[in-house]
């Protein structure tokens, strides 16, 4: 499987594609959306996108991990994290998608 990662250029250029704003314009959209999205997350808030997911900050406690090299015990401190809850919709549409590429392979 390959993996490909789509950077905010490309996010901007399929803005600039589909919108029809200038490639500037895009750009600055797409930074304006991706700062009030991390904005409300630092803030705790959470994040839905309707037919995409949803994004929160869960806490997580300190507990006790091991290093799987020498097994020593290391405590883990505690922190925040980002959870993506992915909707149906696109659950729905990755695995039609992959069911579309078995079916190509055979």
């Given amino acids: 499987m390959t993996e490909k990662t789509i950077t905010r250029a490309q996010l901007s250029e399929a803005v ?4 029809g704003l200038s490639r500037n314009e895009s750009a600055d959209l797409l930074e304006a959306v991706l700062d009030e999205i991390s904005g409300a ?3 705790g808030d959470a ?3 309707s037919s ?3 994004f929160s ?3 997580k406690g300190q507990r006790i ?3 799987p090299k020498t097994g020593e015990e ?3 401190t505690p922190r925040r994290v980002l959870v993506f809850r992915p909707s149906q919709l696109l659950k729905k549409k990755i695995n039609d998608g992959m ?3 078995r079916s190509a392979a055979k």
């Fill in 65 to 67: 991990g091991r290093n």
């Fill in 52 to 54: 995409f997911g949803s």
């Fill in 41 to 43: 997350l630092a803030k």
């Fill in 74 to 76: 290391v405590p883990i």
């Fill in 16 to 19: 600039y594609q589909e919108v």
């Fill in 57 to 59: 900050v869960r806490s």
């Fill in 99 to 101: 069911t579309a590429k």
């Fill in 47 to 49: 994040v839905k996108i």
